[in-house]
């Protein structure tokens, strides 16, 4: 085999191994099922294009997430924009940005009203069960940040998980820990 078979099989073998998780990652970031598939095929197209700095990285699916990560970040950052340019605009009003909480939540809600770093250090170490410092590397910032942010954003979303009748009484932040999230999100 050629050196670009090579290269080719290695991708194709790193893609099929990968992909599903990566575009669940993407899906509990972004919270919407298009854009998760979007982005997971777009962090895939630029892994293809740098796939030698990829393999030689210590943790290629660390450096996987960082790339999905980074795409997720921006695509958020664009709704942000877009939906601020359209209230400017009085398509929708104040209210239709800001719904009632419907009386049963699912996880991935939830997950939707945590601030973004947060709930990107929640779905990497509790979804995903990336240790500690994988996850400070895949979002470039330390593991003190990871472990208070984590920390915070499991509270938080046990807090608003409390807010439903189904999971008033339960015990959530353990259960977020114990790899629940993967499990209660899916």
């Not at 996987?64 to 970040?73: F, H, I, K, S």
């Not at 929640?122 to 990336?130: E, G, I, N, Q, S």
Request: aromatic fraction near 6%; charge should be positive.
């Amino acid at each position: 085999m050629t050196a670009r078979g090579d290269r080719e099989h290695a991708f194709q073998a790193f893609f099929e191994l990968h992909h599903g998780d990566l575009a669940r990652l993407a899906y509990l970031i972004t919270g919407d099922a298009n854009a998760a598939d979007d982005i997971a095929a777009d962090s895939l197209v630029e892994i293809w294009r740098h796939w030698a700095r990829v393999e030689a990285a210590d943790n290629p699916l660390a450096y996987a997430r960082g790339v999905l990560a980074n795409l997720a970040r921006n695509w958020i950052r664009r709704q942000r924009r877009e939906r601020r340019g359209l209230l400017t605009l009085k398509l929708f009003s104040e209210d239709a940005r800001n719904p009632d909480v419907p009386a049963v939540m699912d996880v991935r809600s939830a997950l939707r009203r945590l601030p973004l770093r947060r709930r990107e250090c929640v779905v990497l170490r509790y979804a995903f069960d990336v240790p500690e410092r994988e996850v400070a590397e895949i979002l470039g910032i330390s593991v003190g940040t990871v472990k208070s942010q984590a920390s915070r954003g499991a509270a938080q979303l046990a807090s608003y998980l409390r807010e439903t009748p189904e999971f008033r009484d339960a015990d959530l932040v353990p259960a977020l820990a114990g790899g629940g999230l993967g499990r209660m999100g899916s």
